[in-house]
């Protein structure tokens, strides 16, 4: 019985160099007395490879979240870490968890695991030469191994057993001496719930490869003089001229990769990085992380209803799958299968951000940057656009009661205690200096003609964000201020608001001499970054005279919110959704420039943004889970800047 589930080999001389200079164990007692340590390998369970899992570890040593951030931005040369990782997940691209899923050439089952690999060692003042013999018995009889002391031993031990390790130590005429200890991993069942800001949109795992000849768009004037220019995409042949349409499925090929499309889900999303810091800083646990948050949700549409997709990607059916199904059904299910294979498995943890959505938030930031009359017209029209007193009035009305039917939903699902819900809240997107807010204008926003940020109506809702709607969430979430609340001790969430200090200096308009350099030439402060003749701009759409493909998305900048550019320049995105009276009829409609410079993430937050609130999620998410805030031998807190001049 034993055998079959503890399966010993000799680690090889890599693998004793890489974990013998983990953060996370301690290389011996105070004293240097001999003892046993342990650790469960790849413990980020969504990772396929274990390599993808140690990158993490190698860059986390003695840095927060954002520090290992912007090390591996650096590392990839600003094209991103997750850029190949996002092929080697136990979740494909559209959403499915694979069963089984094979984790370095091990067949496991996802959601409920039956074992988990680990790696033992002998520490302290190992004699050299000494001989181990190692015991490991889990109650079906022990199995027996001899090593060279200062060798790791491998194996696998069952999930929801103790395994009790035992070494005598040998070494030449000195006595045997005999240690032991107890191995029991702890699988933590993580599910990441939300909308735009929980999945990680403006961030694509794998970004837009950009072209540096121009592509055409119209405008919605529909005259030959409504026509600009803007980067194309990589690779694509097709016509970039507005007088040669070409297929949307032939554009699509060329675009950004997300580890789910319909969804925009990130790797990068917070909800994603505080699961993986928790595997990173614990190493007797697992981390099983299931997300299912996705762009454009409210608590009605998302996550208590179906929503659109945001797109799709390209594939050999050619269809579109315009529906994404509620996230908290989703969750039921895969918790209810779950326990007819494991009874006793629990949801232990769920990462939640919702409500934006539900007062319009989308609407109050077209009506901050879309400026011309003609478009304003249209988009008011059409419901696009929305003004503080319409948020206000369902911030006031609609809200309060979705979030009591919403505690209702996920009361069921963590065994009646919603303080295991950590709410991590929202920063203002539109501060700089300390908490002044963005002076408004083009600059970042002129990727389309009909963009500007309104200084005025700027002004007003940022006021309402930090006035009104961010002190209604906490109060809804944490039952205060009126919150309808059945039982405030078990119907309060874990409330998570640090890091909105923080985004205080990091807004949309936060500029520093350390931006990327071709940021600081050809995204113009003065709103003028694109060649407006559009002759010449179909070779050269950009004033700078530099070419788009130099752009990298994931490199440090003072801004943490991604811009109208940058959104363009990232992401690119074409919603496929929408309903089919509001599909363009070729790929350089009017609507498609308004979209795609808008739907990849505009006035969301970057990498770096989801790092800073994953550091303040952590905390409370560790506290929920009983594991210690600060794990012996980490250092939290922002580390100095990786580039001269850079902010955090």
């Known amino acids: 019985m034993i055998r079959a589930n503890l399966r010993t080999f000799l ?17 011996a ?76 050439n091990v067949k496991e089952n996802y959601i409920t695991p039956v074992d988990h690999p680990v790696t033992v060692r002998l520490t302290g003042a190992v004699p050299v030469g000494a001989i181990c013999a190692w015991s490991f018995d889990d109650g079906d ?87 600009y220019y803007r980067p194309s995409r990589a690779g694509f042949k097709g016509g970039r001229a507005c007088e040669a349409p070409d297929t949307l499925a032939n554009w699509q090929r060329y675009g950004a990769l997300w580890f789910n499309a319909p969804c925009h889900r990130s790797l990068y999303s917070y909800q994603s990085r505080t699961a993986l810091a928790l595997a990173v800083r614990y190493p007797h646990i697992a981390v099983t992380y299931l997300p299912l948050a996705c762009t454009g949700a409210s608590i009605s549409d998302g996550l208590l209803g179906s929503q659109r997709a945001r797109e799709c990607p390209p594939g050999k059916s050619g269809t579109c799958q315009t529906s994404v199904n509620a996230q908290v059904a989703e969750l039921r299910e895969a918790l209810t299968a779950a326990r007819k294979r494991q009874p006793d498995r629990k949801l232990d943890l769920v990462l939640l951000s919702i409500g934006a959505n539900d007062v319009y938030f989308s609407g109050l930031v077209a009506d901050v940057i879309v400026d011309t009359a003609t478009e304003r017209a249209l988009f008011t029209r059409s419901g696009v656009m929305a003004g503080v007193d319409d948020s206000r009035d369902a911030l006031t009305r609609e809200l309060p009661r979705n979030f009591v039917k ?66 209604q969430l906490k109060g809804l979430a944490t039952c205060t201020q009126g919150a309808l609340c059945r039982d405030p001790e078990s119907d309060r969430m874990t409330f998570v608001d640090t890091h909105q200090g923080l985004f205080a200096d990091h807004g949309f308009c936060a500029h520093a001499g350390s931006d990327p350099e071709f940021d600081r030439a050809c995204f113009a402060e003065n709103g003028q970054s694109f ?42 995105t074409y919603p496929q959704g929408l309903p089919a009276a509001s599909q363009p009829n070729d790929i350089h409609d009017a609507a498609w420039g ?18 800073a609130m994953a550091d303040a999620a952590l905390p409370a998410a560790s506290t929920v889970l009983g594991l210690d805030a600060v794990p012996p031998g980490f250092t939290r807190g922002l580390l100095a800047p990786l580039l001269p001049g850079a902010r955090q």
């Open 11 to 27: 680690a090889g001389a890599l693998l004793v160099g890489i974990f013998g200079a983990l953060p996370l164990e301690r290389a």
């Open 141 to 227: 009889g022990p199995q027996a191994s001899t090593f060279d002391c200062a060798e790791p031993v491998n194996l696998r031990v069952r999930y929801g057993r103790q395994t009790v390790a035992t070494v005598d130590v040998s070494s030449g005429s000195d006595p045997t001496q005999r240690i032991q200890t107890e191995i029991e991993v702890r699988d933590i069942f993580v599910a990441g719930l939300g909308d735009s800001i929980a999945s990680g949109e403006g961030n694509p795992d794998r970004p837009t490869a950009l072209a540096d000849d121009g592509f055409c768009f119209r405008s919605y004037l529909g005259t030959a003089g409504g026509q």
């Open 406 to 471: 919403l505690r209702e939903a996920l009361k069921p699902l963590v065994d009646g205690d919603l303080s295991h819900v950590v709410y991590v809240s929202y920063a203002n997107p539109a501060l700089a200096d300390g908490g002044v807010p963005c002076r408004g204008g083009r600059a970042g926003f002129d990727i389309h003609p009909a963009f500007n940020a309104d200084p005025q109506r700027l002004a007003r809702v940022s006021t309402y964000v930090d006035t009104e709607f961010l002190p």
């Open 531 to 572: 060649n407006p003749d559009i002759v010449t701009a179909a070779s050269q759409p950009m004033l700078c005279g530099r070419g788009a493909s130099e752009y990298r998305a994931y490199l440090p900048r003072a801004r943490w919110i991604r811009d109208a550019n940058d959104s363009y320049f990232a992401a690119m």
């Open 29 to 104: 007692a105070q004293d240097g007395s001999l003892q046993i340590t342990w650790e469960v390998r790849n413990r980020f369970r969504l990772f396929r490879e274990e390599r993808d899992f140690l990158l993490h570890v190698e860059n986390a040593r003695n840095r927060s979240i954002l520090a290992t951030e912007q090390s591996l931005e650096m590392q990839s040369e600003g094209r991103g870490w997750a850029r190949n990782m996002v092929n080697r997940l136990c979740i494909d691209l559209q959403g499915r968890v694979n069963q089984p899923c094979t984790r370095d």
């Open 594 to 611: 308004v979209l795609s410079a808008v739907y990849g993430g505009a006035v969301h937050p970057s990498a770096e943004g989801h790092a």
